[in-house]
């Protein structure tokens, strides 16, 4: 079985290497800024806050951090550039997409006071690159990235992306939808499914109308619904790999590949593929995809199914509770 071919031949960084120039862009941005810049990003790494999140625009639901608007042009670039360390040039460029979709919808509602492009914010917690434990979050409307650094790991969840329209037409009438490959993979899946398979993973008629865990703080494992992956046949568990592999490849590549290598050792066969709503395209539906350690969810039913949500959770590695965990657990015993 092909688990886990597609991330083999991309360049294979350190995550040492990733955090070290993260930390070394953190520094430089925060030090650009001014004092009262300054008291709205920087922030205790113990701070409740950093366990809030949202998909909302910000004119909704109000973030903690600086918004991109208000900054100079240098050091917006430095917020790109720590984007750019902590995510693929995939995921780099679809949070662009995301981003300028702004514009787009201050065009199509101009009288909407929601509507404000660079209405992104960025904070940390902490000090990057000095102290042992420090994180930072990105968001705004259909944007949520949330890093936690805990000596010298990253942990990258929750992670969300969302976008409206998820197709449209630009220049010259082609064609635009980011969420391709997450859209086309999960129909190819689900309608390569026998009857007999379809009767399980199909556990509801209707979709939900948003991913069902939303912006929790902590999720747990839902009770096992769909087919599980030992009841697939070869060909469809190499596209549930592809599948989960497009997640992954937002990431930095060290990142997906060892989290791919993980799913894989604690039992791919077990991964749930569970789907509710339409399975023709065009029309709403859900999917969702658990393992022991993640879960992944899609949703597109707003909007005539052309507004897409997406989120990958990890049950024990959010906000990087298990490396606290196990920092903690080690200092307390070198204290001792």
């Known amino acids: 079985m092909r688990i886990f071919y597609f991330l083999l031949f991309l360049p294979f960084y350190s995550v040492s290497q990733n955090n070290s120039t993260g930390s070394s862009i953190a520094n430089t941005f925060i030090n650009s800024l001014d004092s009262v810049q300054k008291s709205k990003t920087v922030f205790p790494f113990d701070t409740m806050s950093r366990y809030d999140w949202h998909y909302v625009p910000a004119s909704s639901v109000p973030r903690q951090g600086i918004a991109i608007r208000e900054l100079d042009s240098i050091q917006k670039q430095n917020v790109y550039n720590l984007l750019k360390t902590y995510l693929s040039s995939n995921g780099y460029t679809r949070s662009q997409d995301i981003m300028n979709t702004e514009y787009l919808l201050k065009e199509l509602e101009p009288n909407s006071k929601g509507r404000i492009p660079e ?35 990253l942990a990258f969840a929750p992670f969300f992306f969302g976008v409206y329209p998820a197709v449209r037409t630009t220049g010259k009438g082609k064609e635009k939808n980011i969420f391709k490959d997450e859209e086309e993979l999960g129909f190819k899946l689900v309608n390569s499914l026998t009857q007999e398979q379809k009767l399980k993973a199909i556990f509801r008629l209707l979709p939900f109308v948003d991913v069902v865990t939303k912006n929790s703080h902590k999720v747990v494992p839902f009770d096992t619904v769909g087919i599980i992956a030992k009841d697939l046949t070869l060909e469809q568990k190499h596209v549930l790999n592809q599948l989960i592999v497009t997640y992954l490849s937002n ?86």
Not at 273 to 281: N, R
């Open 119 to 153: 209405n992104y914010f960025v904070a940390f917690y902490g000090n990057p690159g000095k102290d042992k434990t420090w994180g930072w979050k990105f968001g705004g409307h259909h944007l949520a990235l949330n890093y936690t650094i805990v000596d010298n790991e």
């Open 251 to 336: 990431m930095p590549t060290k990142i997906a590949k060892l989290r791919m290598k993980r799913i894989i050792s604690e039992d791919f066969n077990q991964i749930s593929f569970g789907w509710a709503g339409s399975t023709k395209a065009g029309e709403p539906h859900y999917y969702r995809i658990q393992g022991k350690t993640f879960l992944i969810e899609l949703d597109n039913t707003q909007h005539n199914a052309n507004h897409v949500h997406t989120v990958w959770r990890d049950f024990n590695g959010d906000y990087g509770i298990d490396l606290l965990k196990e920092h903690y657990k080690n200092s307390n015993h070198h204290n001792k």
